[in-house]
């Protein structure tokens, strides 16, 4: 009880990882005066990450493909912070990240590695997450087609879930996402496709 409410919404065993992020974030004021502090903390989370992972495991068990390939996630974001924690924290726990920062990068990326998951924000310059999702939900090639999406935004309005499944996202979550539950997306989306594909 007391470690939960420690952790905050990431969860009893990612205290650690959420105290970190909570300080970066609590010192965005002062990144824009000295970039190099970010820099710091951020290469002291992804240390912090990997010394967590033996202790992480032990909640989750790191998820592996049938073939033994760690599963390959596409993170369409372009907060930089956001890039930084997911990234780190989805490496930790056994996933292959790969980011792109606005939708049109988003689809070319799909379209030529064809990752196992998509986590998609929706706020994105140059094109939405919204438009990148009705493009990849559109694109000629069914294994492009199916790959599961989980939509991100940061403003919850009415009807964003709607909105959101209705382009074809599989899921939705609402920032600020913990990270916990952002993985957990990840996984209940990723087994089923993992299955389907392996049965094609
Ligand atoms: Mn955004």
Redesign the pocket.
């Known amino acids: 009880r007391r470690g939960r409410d420690r952790a905050g919404p990431g969860g009893d065993l990612l205290g650690q990882i959420d105290a970190e992020y909570r300080a970066v974030q609590a010192g965005a004021a002062a990144f824009l005066l000295k970039p190099v502090v970010r820099d710091q903390l951020f290469a002291t989370l992804r240390q912090i990450s990997q010394h967590l992972t033996p202790e992480v495991t032990t909640e989750m068990e790191p998820l592996r493909l049938e073939n033994g390939r760690a599963p390959q996630i596409l993170l369409a974001?372009?907060?930089e912070a956001?890039i930084q924690t997911f990234t780190s924290y989805l490496i930790a726990k056994g996933f292959n990240v790969d980011v792109a920062r606005n939708g049109l990068d988003a689809i070319s990326h799909t379209k030529t590695e064809k990752p196992d998951l998509i986590i998609m924000?929706?706020?994105?310059p140059h094109m939405s997450?919204l438009e990148a999702i009705e493009h990849i939900r559109n694109d000629e090639d069914p294994l492009v087609q199916d790959i599961p999406i989980v939509a991100v935004t940061?403003l919850a309005m009415p009807g964003d879930r709607e909105i959101c499944l209705e382009a074809g996202a599989n899921d939705y979550l609402s920032k600020p996402v913990s990270l916990k539950t952002l993985v957990e997306a990840v996984q209940r989306h990723l087994r089923p496709s993992t299955a389907k594909n392996d049965n094609v």
């Open positions: 974001e372009d907060n956001n924000d929706i706020q994105m997450g940061a």
